[in-house]
């Protein structure tokens, strides 16, 4: 599909993105994009397929590359360097995830993208940056090592058992977003300036970075993060809880209203010596904490966990039921808000359902006009709109630097 061809929508309507990257932090950021009204351009190995696309079901590449547009190109030597170097010049954003340290490797230094677009944002995407220690910098990462390293897997699990990672891909996502956002404050500041930007997104460093008052409390007063499982450390009724059914609850009974409001539905009183006026906690091992607990497992051991949500969450008590897919697919409030929804692969036959775009917007909305492309199924519009003739596109897939083929399931 020719750029001339796409609608025309949304917050980043006219802006280009070329997506360089693997599995999910870069591709996400460039889904951000498309998601927006952006021309994403997914660069892709001619010879190896990316990894997502290797999934048995394909969800992941269907979710996260919607609305793209996809080159398969060698882009590391002769012809495809040089085609990447002219799409590069009418480019806004080049988003790339690899190892630190990789791109001025190859010769694709920020001053030498510069060269050809003073205007370019340029984000860089790895494990542990850009600059620092050359051992660290050279590591190979994924999700769960950034969030290893980034000392969040040390809080996840339960107390006095292994660490265990924190799902779903969280230094992915939250890698995607710091790109996302501060590309974006970039390309504001390159309106004004005319000058590009080069962002340092070190996956490690998005996870330690988002940890609340912990990473301070140790260096300030040498306090660290004890595992919590599934109940808090500090207040009575606040965590995980099976209720009479055996589905499961998370309850905070946190702030004062939460707390004289939970005690009354559990037939406890507030304002008494037991539970004073103004608390707005219920501290662990104390004499308040072990009646509370006693009174809520009796509470919720005769009822079921869609009861207990109700009743708690109509009373202003923060309350959920642990939902899977398939009881968000039934509930009321993800249908009103359409989360599910369908669209078009792109056979043109086949129906791909995932999730909507995030978040709404009122005056310019995200569209999903597109699924996910085959496999360099664009090759010959983005090339040709840069200038390369014919002649050099069927050089290039006679010598394997350009490839295309239909990749739906795997297998197929």
């Known amino acids: 599909m020719k750029q001339s061809e796409e609608p025309v929508f949304g917050l980043l309507a006219g802006y280009r993105v070329v997506m360089v990257g693997l599995s999910v932090a870069a591709p996400f950021a460039g889904e951000l994009y498309a ?60 988003l790339e ?78 890698s995607a977003f710091y790109g996302f956002g501060v590309s974006c404050a970039a390309l504001l500041k390159c309106a004004k300036t ?22 301070t409390d140790f260096l300030r007063y040498g306090v660290d993060y004890v595992k919590e499982g599934t109940h808090s450390r500090i207040c009575a009724i606040y965590g995980t809880y099976g209720c009479g059914d055996g589905e499961e609850i998370y309850i905070l009974f946190l702030g004062s209203g939460a707390v004289r409001r939970g005690l009354g539905i559990i037939g406890l009183e507030y304002g008494t010596d037991l539970f004073p006026d103004g608390s707005s906690l219920i501290p662990l091992g104390t004499p308040a904490a072990d009646a509370a607990e006693r009174a809520f497992a009796e509470f919720i051991g005769t009822r ?18 642990v939902m899977t897919y398939a009881d968000a697919v039934k509930n009321p409030h993800y249908q009103a808000r359409k989360v599910f929804v369908d669209w078009m692969a792109v056979d043109g036959k086949t129906k791909v359902s995932g999730v909507k775009i995030v978040p709404e917007l009122k005056n310019y909305p995200g569209q999903i006009w597109r699924g996910a492309p085959d496999i360099g199924m664009d090759n010959e519009d983005v090339l040709g709109e840069i200038g390369v003739p014919p002649e050099v596109i069927q050089r290039m897939y006679a010598e394997g630097k350009l490839s295309k083929h239909e990749y739906f399931e795997m297998g197929a």
């Open 35 to 94: 998601e927006n009204g952006a021309d994403v351009i997914w660069v892709e190995n001619p010879s190896v397929v990316d990894s997502v696309r290797n999934s048995v079901h394909s969800g992941a590449w269907q979710q996260d590359r919607r609305n793209m547009r996809s080159l398969a190109m060698n882009y590391m030597r002769d012809e495809g360097y040089e085609a990447f170097l002219k799409l590069i010049e009418r480019t806004d954003v080049l």
């Open 97 to 174: 995830a690899s190892v630190g340290g990789r791109y001025e490797r190859i010769g694709l230094t920020d001053e030498l993208l510069w060269e050809h677009n003073p205007r370019l944002v340029i984000v860089h995407i790895s494990g542990f940056g850009q600059t620092g220690v050359p051992e660290y910098v050279n590591r190979a990462s994924f999700d769960p090592i950034a969030q290893a390293f980034g000392c969040t897997m040390h809080m996840n699990g339960l107390p006095e058992q292994p660490s265990v990672p924190a799902m779903c891909f969280p230094a992915d996502y939250t």
């Open 194 to 215: 005319g000058k590009g930007e080069s962002i340092d997104v070190a996956q490690f460093e998005t996870m330690i970075r988002t940890q609340s008052n912990y990473p």
């Open 304 to 321: 079921s966990a869609m009861e207990v949500e109700e009743i708690f969450a109509s009373n202003g008590v923060p309350c959920s039921r």
